[in-house]
């Protein structure tokens, strides 16, 4: 086993690394745009199954997230189909462009 010495400086530059580090591996992952996620679910399982078999619960059970998260972002299940639609639109008639996504009824 070595020994070492390290003066009261030196022993606070390596414990202040050492918390440093520990932040860095203790940090949350980044946040996931759950409103885009939400959309991306909403349009697989509607083209699947149809607007009227699709459920809100289906829709996030698949997201992974909440009921209230849905209608966080989506008062209904009709307004994810406006969104869609309006998303889709834009990529028709402007392809290459940012879309809108700040869209809320």
Not at 4 to 32: E, G, W
Not at 37 to 54: D, P
Not at 61 to 86: D, E, M, N, R
Request: charged share 25%; hydrophobic share 35%; glycine share 4%.
């Amino acid at each position: 086993m070595i020994l070492m010495c390290y003066s009261k400086k030196d022993f606070s530059r390596i414990l202040y690394a050492t918390k440093v580090i520990s932040m860095h591996q203790n940090a949350k992952p980044p946040k996931v745009d759950r409103r885009a996620e939400l959309l991306k679910v909403s349009r697989e399982i509607m083209a699947e199954k149809g607007y009227e078999a699709t459920t809100v619960s289906e829709i996030v059970a698949k997201a992974g997230v909440a009921q209230g998260t849905f209608y966080w972002y989506f008062p209904s299940k009709a307004s994810i189909v406006k969104t869609l639609s309006i998303e889709m639109q834009n990529e028709v008639t402007c392809p290459g462009t940012p879309r809108r996504d700040s869209f809320r009824e």
